[in-house]
């Protein structure tokens, strides 16, 4: 019996646990002891679970991984076990978001068993990208702008008055704008993995504005220092900035809540 047994830890990458790629010492060590001692730690994150066999030396899940935003949920062997797709409006979306006058610049699409493929307001005009943006197995598609400040001010205004059937746009950083499925998300994605895993209390740690739901959904759900507005309004907890050890600093307060 482990202090942290029936615990599942949910972890965003990007501005969360990882700070441009690199990985704290005390955040690789926090978790390495956090399961040892019984808990399920996971990373909930917008990239392809692919992208973290290059930190395997570091981090390794102990349980099943979501990715791609909450549209997919793989296995550690690389199992598909849940997915969410784009509906059949996404090419029209995707179209309308690169448009002449609009301040997106190009679209990257990740479809099920692919790399991510992207295009930009010439290349969406073309039969291949017709053939890509009309597949039934996209997970979902990150439209970003320039990075200025400007620009992302622009895009927020351009997208304001839209609708997107079947969709929950919402931004990974400031100069983008993510289409996922309604019934996709982190926060349904991390509900189905706690219930498969028969996990007795969920703490989520997420820094943005797709983190919301998944903050909302947690029993502990906390917004790393210096995280978006909106992510602090989902949370009811607080962590470490990113570069304080976001992660540790959380395992540290369960540490001595249990105690």
């Known amino acids: 019996m482990g202090k942290f047994d029936g615990i599942l830890l949910c972890s965003d990458w990007d501005g969360t646990i990882s700070d441009g790629g690199a990985l704290l010492r005390a955040n690789t060590d926090a978790i390495r002891y956090f399961q040892s001692e019984g808990g399920y730690f996971t990373l909930a994150s917008g990239r392809y679970a692919g992208h973290f066999k290059q930190f395997e030396q570091d981090i390794v899940p102990n349980t099943h991984i979501i990715c791609v935003g909450g549209s997919c949920i ?5 199992e598909i076990l849940y997915e969410q797709f784009c509906n059949e409006h996404f090419e029209e979306y995707a179209k309308l978001l690169l448009q002449e006058d609009s301040p997106y610049q190009y679209v990257q699409v990740t479809l099920r068993g692919t790399d991510p493929v992207h295009f930009d307001k010439k290349s969406i005009l073309t039969e291949q990208a017709h053939a890509i943006l009309s597949s039934p197995t996209i997970y979902k598609g990150i439209f970003l702008t320039e990075m200025t400040d400007t620009a992302a001010a622009a895009a927020l205004k351009y997208v304001a008055p839209l609708t997107f059937e079947g969709y929950m746009p919402m931004r990974s950083f400031p100069f983008s704008i993510e289409l996922i499925p309604k019934n996709g998300g982190k926060g349904k994605a991390v ?39 909106l992510a602090r309004a989902a949370a009811n907890r607080f962590a470490s900035s990113v570069k304080g050890g976001a992660v540790a600093s959380v395992i540290e307060e369960l540490d001595r809540e249990i105690s």
């Open 74 to 78: 793989m296995s550690k062997e690389g």
């Open 191 to 229: 509900r189905w993995l706690a219930e498969k895993i028969g996990a007795n209390l969920v703490v989520a740690v997420g820094d943005y504005e797709n983190d919301c739901d998944m903050l909302r959904m947690a029993d502990y759900g906390y917004a790393v220092s210096g995280g978006s507005p």
